[in-house]
């Protein structure tokens, strides 16, 4: 498969970017072709402004836009990879979204969020987060989570079948930040075909 990588940090010595390196590295061990989209160094913009609002699925999408797309239009999967900020996407990852899957081009639909415009393809996200496991699940982020994104988003955009991965305690013991990249080339190691 060819697998798209869509990387939200600032920082390349991150753990989020060590994160997506090691998903690169099991996908790419596992014989797959693998291209990296690093919004932030690449500089996108991801301010949904009134270019955006005029456009919405009528007028050809922005230049920016248009190269998101062709990404992934090329990918059989695609991992999104960006830190948990305030039990959400930081700002970055949610305007590459909010720009890129475009109305007429992603989905044209709000009632059946299972379908897509887009082919089926295999969806992970990856995201570091320092809380714990358990402290994620007994304050319902967790299951809020589930529902917004893996119920409520990324089946519009063709994401099947589709995994979160919250990588807890991030900013942990180096054991266990060790372990968790371990699980992240594991991850990319095991990616599952789409599934129509
Ligand atoms: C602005 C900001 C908001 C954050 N919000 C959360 C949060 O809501 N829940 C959480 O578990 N961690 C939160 N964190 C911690 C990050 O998820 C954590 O720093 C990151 O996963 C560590 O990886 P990094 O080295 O790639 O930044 C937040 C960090 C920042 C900077």
Known sequence: MHVLIVLDHPNPASFTAAAAQRFADGATDAGH????????AEGFDPRWTMDDATADGIAPAQPDVAREQARIERADAICLAFPLFWWGMPAMTKG???????WNWAY???????????????????????????????????????????????????????????????TGSLPRRQALLQQSYDIGHSLPLPSA
């Open 33 to 40: 072709s693998v291209e990296l989209a690093d919004l932030n």
């Open 108 to 170: 044209d639909q709000l009632d059946d969020r299972e379908k897509s415009l887009q082919r089926a393809r295999s969806g992970v996200l990856l995201i570091p987060a320092g809380a714990r496991s358990d402290d994620m699940t007994d304050a319902g982020y967790l299951n809020a989570l589930e529902t917004a994104w893996m119920q409520g988003t990324f089946g519009y955009f063709g994401f099947s079948p589709r995994q979160m991965h919250i990588l807890y305690g991030a």
């Open 96 to 102: 590459w979204v909010d720009r890129v899957w475009t």
